[in-house]
């Protein structure tokens, strides 16, 4: 049996403010972390599945800008 793996591409490594909850957590589990420092917890709601990272801010008064820079800062942090 032959295992390939695949890296993912630099840009697929880029939170944005359109990207769902979900999909930042599968880019790197340790942004979870980071979803909770700002009283993001719950992050295995349906809303996580398919509300966008922009509405989440919204919902939490957070500064989705803010957010998303963080969040690239820890995925180039963790050479995710």
């Known amino acids: 049996?032959?295992?390939?793996?695949?890296?993912?591409?630099?840009?697929?490594?880029?939170?944005?403010k359109d990207m769902k909850i979900i999909d930042i957590?599968?880019?790197d589990r340790g942004t979870a972390n980071i979803f909770f420092q700002h009283g993001m917890h719950c992050l295995g709601c349906k809303l996580a599945s398919g509300e966008?990272?922009?509405d989440a801010c919204m919902a939490h008064a957070i500064d989705a800008d803010a957010l998303v820079g963080e969040l690239n800062a820890h995925l180039t942090s963790a050479g995710a």
């Open 52 to 54: 966008s990272l922009e």
């Open 25 to 27: 957590l599968e880019l």
């Open 1 to 16: 049996m032959v295992l390939l793996f695949f890296a993912k591409k630099e840009e697929e490594m880029t939170v944005s």
